[in-house]
């Protein structure tokens, strides 16, 4: 996979078919009224295929399907064992495709193609996998009552789970929601996101594939107001998983208050600080991962460590060595391999990110980057960017860009580093460099974040939850915990004659 060159994906993408139709009760089917949206390539400008654009009805008939595979039981009550080897299935088949799928979301939304290829579809792989193997290794509970009574503590699935996804990581967003609720025995409804909803579509026909039954994993792409919302207020959707921004989980958790108050899961945005002390021993380490922390995906990631807080006495020499690292991440095109960063989702995004550098540019002091470029004359790029000086409470230090762009605040204590890394309205992740300690555990205490990572940036995988605190939301995905998402207590109390 890695070996493949800049041409080889080029002529992959262009054999590549697309999945551009709603998939319900296990069939692909255009949206009831017959609409569709262009997707398009980023990259180039170009529509790679026009998807159906589904709205209530649809959204009704996806929910219904899931229902009735629900009831029918054939997966919602069939063994752990059997939705084990089913799901062990799929992360086969997504290996088997990973080419393709990696394709897919990089066509769809500009990412680098071996990002894809190396990051995304595999840990899409991993991630079904290790629910697979999970859930015939959880046992329930018998409460401790007395003789003549036993009362089990059982866990048990909802029913129909909604999924609502962002575009910047389509194929993981997916299966991180996916995977834990289709393991636990729901059925589940994905809305992906409407800039990138192809590699969900090919995810539910790799389902079917794989043995998934008819109407439990049903994909409805379209626009957020239609789609989204439909399911959002869908009266017979027991649970809503949602990752995306802070304005729409507010509202996702509204649609659940004014229909049947469902429990809305939601996992939101974030402005997270990464704190370099001046004890770090390596801080070529601490610049290069400070680097691939806000330049990764392009800064379109929910835990880019946007915030860089420095100790001032070595704050110069830092900044110097990430405006040399920033060289090195210049955007190219998201299927050569050689490219260090690549295309901004759309151009709606662009002109988000570029009013943020603009108005930045008369507040804090611009060391590197600040441009919006095109590769081979087309696209949608931006510039890895550094403003140095950001004041606390300037917009750069505040607002979730969503960008490639790095804001630098100077401290002097330990104490002034964690007030300001805690003024923020988000607390999804942080990181910390130090070589002391004591500091280390004392300042991960301190930190209002759902992941603190000490001396590298970004710490993730299956085992450990990720999720945040404050307006960064309060769901859970991976590890266990995230089953807790997807499943009930139930208590059944028996009586028997001791
Ligand atoms: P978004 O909130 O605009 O959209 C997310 C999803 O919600 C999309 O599927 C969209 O169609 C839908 N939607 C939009 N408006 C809606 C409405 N009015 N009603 C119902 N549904 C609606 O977010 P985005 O721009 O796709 O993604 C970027 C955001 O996602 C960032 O804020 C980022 O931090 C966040 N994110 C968070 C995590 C996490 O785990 N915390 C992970 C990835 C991305």
């Not at 994905?190 to 439990?216: C, N």
């Not at 930190?447 to 299956?462: I, R």
Request: charged share 20%; with cysteine; hydrophobic share 45%.
């Amino acid at each position: 996979m890695l070996d493949l060159t800049h041409d080889d994906w080029k002529a992959r993408a262009e054999r590549l078919t697309f999945r551009n139709q709603a998939f319900i009760a296990g069939r692909f089917v255009d949206a009831a009224d017959g609409d569709r949206f262009d997707c398009i390539n980023p990259a180039t400008g170009e529509v790679l295929t026009r998807v159906a654009s589904c709205k209530a009805a649809d959204v009704d008939a996806a929910v219904a399907a899931a229902r009735r595979a629900f009831e029918a039981g054939h997966w919602s009550r069939a063994a752990p064992e059997a939705r084990k080897s089913v799901l062990l299935r799929l992360a086969e088949l997504i290996r088997a495709n990973l080419a393709e799928l990696a394709l897919l979301d990089s066509l769809d939304m500009g990412k680098l193609v071996t990002d894809a290829a190396t990051i995304d579809a595999p840990g899409s792989a991993h991630f079904f996998q290790w629910y697979a193997e999970a859930i015939d290794k959880i046992y329930d509970e018998v409460a401790p009552t007395g003789p003549g009574d036993l009362a089990l503590i059982r866990r048990v699935p909802l029913g129909v789970v909604g999924a609502v996804t962002p575009w910047n990581f389509p194929l993981d967003m997916a299966t991180w929601k996916s995977a834990a609720a289709l393991a636990a025995g729901n059925s589940v409804v994905l809305k992906p996101a409407e800039q990138s909803p192809l590699s969900a579509l090919r995810l539910a026909e790799l389902a079917a594939e794989a043995g998934v039954p008819e109407g439990v994993f049903n994909v409805v792409p379209g626009f957020g107001e239609t789609a989204g919302q439909a399911l959002g207020l869908h009266g017979d959707v027991d649970c809503l998983a949602f990752t995306g921004s802070t304005v729409v989980g507010k509202l996702f958790m509204q649609y659940a208050g004014r229909s049947n108050m469902k429990p809305v899961w939601p996992e939101t945005g974030g402005k997270s600080p990464n704190l370099i002390f001046a004890d770090c021993g390596n801080l070529d380490q601490a610049a290069e991962m400070a680097a691939f922390g806000i330049f990764f995906n392009q800064g379109e990631t929910c835990s880019a460590n946007s915030r860089l807080y420095v100790q001032r006495e070595i704050r110069d020499a830092f900044v110097e060595k990430m405006i040399a690292l920033a060289a090195a991440h210049q955007p190219g095109d998201p299927l050569d391999p050689a490219s260090k960063m690549g295309a901004i989702v759309d151009k709606a995004q662009t002109d988000r990110i570029m009013g943020f550098i603009e108005a930045g540019r008369r507040t804090a002091d611009l060391v590197c980057g600040g441009r919006q470029v095109t590769v081979g004359d087309r696209g949608l790029y931006v510039e890895p960017t550094i403003f140095d000086d950001v004041a606390h409470h300037d917009p750069l230090a505040r607002e979730e860009i969503f960008g490639p762009v790095l804001s630098v605040i100077p401290f002097d204590t330990e104490e002034e580093a964690v007030a300001m890394a805690n003024d923020s309205i988000y607390g999804l992740a942080a990181s910390v460099w130090t070589d002391d300690l004591s500091r280390a555990h004392r300042v991960a205490d301190a930190l209002h974040a759902g992941t603190v990572s000490v001396n590298t940036v970004d710490a993730l995988s299956a085992q450990t939850p990720f999720g945040g605190m404050k307006q960064s939301g309060f769901g859970r995905d991976l590890s266990l915990h995230s089953l807790d998402k997807y499943t009930a207590l139930k208590t059944v109390w028996i009586k028997y004659r001791p």
